[in-house]
Nanobody, 126 residues
C-alpha cells in the first residue's frame, strides 16, 4: 500500500519559483530518508536533494542556494521549494523514500531509495 504522489509541477519562466509537493503513504515516514530526483529528456536520472529523519539535508551542487527540501512529519508530505529557476532545471521530477534516514544515510544516492513516485513535469522557459 506504499504510494508517493507528486504535485505542483507546471511551466514557469526563467527566474521564477515553484513549489513541489509529495504526498507519501508509507509506514515510519519520520524515520526514512526522502529525496527528490529529476530526469531530463535523453539524460539519466540525477539526484536533486535529500532529507534525513532528523532534518539533515543534502543538495546537488547545481541547486544549492536555490532549492530547499523540507518535510512535514504530521502530514507525511515532502516539499521542494525551487527558486531562480533556469532552463537547465527543466525535467521530470520524482520524489522517493528509502528505509533508512538516520546517521550515515546517503541522501543523494539512488541506492538509498526503494519507493518512487510517478513524477511531475517542470518546464522552465525563457
Amino acid at each position: 500500500q506504499v504510494q508517493l504522489v507528486e504535485s505542483g509541477g507546471g511551466s514557469v519562466q526563467a527566474g521564477g519559483s515553484m513549489m513541489l509537493s509529495c504526498s507519501v503513504s508509507i509506514n515510519s515516514f519520520d524515520r526514512r530518508c526522502l529525496g527528490w530526483f529529476r530526469q531530463a529528456p535523453g539524460k539519466e536520472r540525477e539526484s536533486v536533494a535529500g532529507i534525513g529523519r532528523d532534518g539533515r539535508t543534502a543538495y546537488k551542487d547545481s541547486v544549492k542556494g536555490r532549492f530547499t527540501i523540507s518535510k512535514d512529519n504530521a502530514k507525511n508530505t515532502l516539499y521542494l521549494q525551487m527558486n531562480s529557476l533556469t532552463l537547465e532545471d527543466t525535467a521530470m521530477y520524482y520524489c522517493a523514500a528509502g528505509p533508512w534516514g538516520g546517521a550515515g544515510a546517503r541522501l543523494l544516492e539512488e541506492r538509498s531509495y526503494n519507493e518512487w513516485g510517478q513524477g511531475t513535469q517542470v518546464t522552465v522557459s525563457s
